[in-house]
Antibody
Framework: EVQLLESGGDLVQPGGSLRLSCAAS????????MYWVRQVPGKGPEWVSV????????YYADSVKGRFTISRDKSKNTLYLQMNNLRVEDTAVYYC??????????????WGQGTRVTVSS | EIVMTQSPATLSVSPGERATLSCRAS??????LAWYQQRPGQAPRLLIY???TRATGIPARFSGSGSGTEFTLTISSLQSEDFAVYYC?????????FGGGTKVEIK
């Protein structure tokens, strides 16, 4: 059974940093691109970042480029999102999600339960 | 950026009736469109991709159609568990973008 379990969400002040983790199980982790998608309650999801299965390729939404870094550890089957210089508008529930295909940039067949990030003074 | 617009924002339907949800892209996404269902307090769940292929385990009452800029999700006979918010997502180009959602509520 595929499972994605996020952690690391917290209340942080503007300008602060946070590192999210997503522990994956139930599938061959290195075969699939992995994503971070965030959602403000009552709004549609927003794609944040993606990393290829090999870890060689990463992409970011313009809204987080230069502040967020996605990475993965294949030995731990874990996905990360390092978030620096956080802004109030980064407040959201952050989900990790798995690409349904063996490619990158498609759709998501499994999502974690989400971890809440609140940026406020 | 491709903007996805969903309509209506809220759809009131009686159990057993048909629901038709629309999704429009600001430019052609060919057939690169997916639909998700999100129940309160849960993560989105993949329903449809491609744009008419049901994901694993999705009941046949869910169907998707369309191409280019106009897409439709149809739920043929609403069950109690189908009352939720539905999102479309394009994967034709970066950035991947979602619509604002349609809430299907009990009439």
């Amino acid at each position: 059974e595929v499972q994605l379990l996020e952690s690391g969400g917290d209340l942080v002040q503007p300008g602060g940093s946070l590192r999210l983790s997503c522990a994956a199980s139930g599938f061959t982790f290195s075969n699939h691109a992995m994503y971070w998608v965030r959602q403000v309650p009552g709004k549609g999801p927003e794609w944040v970042s993606v990393i290829s299965g090999s870890g060689d390729n990463t992409y970011y939404a313009d809204s987080v480029k230069g502040r967020f870094t996605i990475s993965r550890d294949k030995s731990k089957n874990t996905l990360y999102l390092q978030m620096n210089n956080l802004r109030v508008e980064d407040t959201a529930v952050y989900y990790c999600a798995k690409d349904a295909t063996l490619g990158i940039g498609y759709y998501f067949d499994y999502w974690g339960q989400g971890t809440r990030v609140t940026v406020s003074s | 950026e491709i903007v996805m617009t969903q309509s209506p924002a809220t759809l009131s339907v009686s159990p057993g009736e048909r629901a038709t949800l629309s999704c429009r892209a600001s430019q052609s996404v060919s057939g690169n469109l997916a639909w998700y269902q999100q129940r309160p307090g849960q993560a989105p769940r993949l329903l449809i991709y491609g744009p008419s292929t049901r994901a694993t385990g999705i009941p046949a009452r869910f169907s998707g159609s369309g191409s280019g800029t106009e897409f439709t999700l149809t739920i043929s006979s609403l069950q109690s568990e189908d009352f939720a918010v539905y999102y479309c997502q394009q994967y034709h180009d970066w950035p991947l973008t979602f619509g604002g959602g349609t809430k299907v509520e009990i009439k």
